[in-house]
């Protein structure tokens, strides 16, 4: 027989699970932005480069900023789709966006951005469809 008790748990077990699951989908709607002072590119032979650099990624609900600081190449755009699924916050997790970025020269890029938490480690992949193979790196040194 139930008592009021065991019912009691269950409301506050459910309430739990259900203020975590808001917190995370919460997060997943906020503006963040990465700072990375590293850049690394890989090609589809291995080939890698490497620069220090300031980057500055901001991803709002709706849309991507890149600024690279090595270069003039500032990309922006909206995001067409994003999953996200964080255990800890900024910490431990991964989001996934699709975005349509273009830059001042009239590039456009669909990019795959993908961002990954391991331990507090937070790296960002970038990868473009027009150029297959090549990938493009940044750790974070400051995820807010």
């Known amino acids: 027989m139930k008592t009021a008790f065991d019912l009691k748990k269950a409301v506050i077990i459910i ?5 975590g ?7 997943c709607d906020q503006t963040v ?8 590119k890989v090609d589809d032979q291995g080939n890698t480069d490497s620069r220090d650099e300031t ?9 991507v ?8 190449h500032k990309m922006w755009g909206p995001i067409s789709s994003k999953t996200c699924d964080w255990k800890t ?3 431990d997790g ?7 970025l273009s830059d001042d020269n009239g590039h456009d890029r669909t990019a795959t951005i993908t961002i990954t938490g391991v331990a ?9 469809e027009e150029k297959p193979g090549m990938k493009i790196f940044v750790i974070a040194d400051k995820f807010e």
Request: proline residues 4%.
């Open 94 to 100: 991964k989001t996934v966006i699709k975005a349509k």
């Open 15 to 19: 309430f739990l699970l259900v203020a």
């Open 21 to 27: 699951s808001t917190t995370v989908f919460a997060q």
């Open 33 to 40: 932005t990465l700072t990375s002072s590293k850049t690394s």
């Open 120 to 128: 507090g480690k937070v790296t960002l992949t970038f990868e473009a």
């Open 65 to 72: 900023t890149i600024v690279p600081g090595g270069d003039d």
């Open 55 to 63: 980057t500055v990624i901001t991803i709002t609900k709706t849309d």
């Open 89 to 91: 916050p900024f910490k």
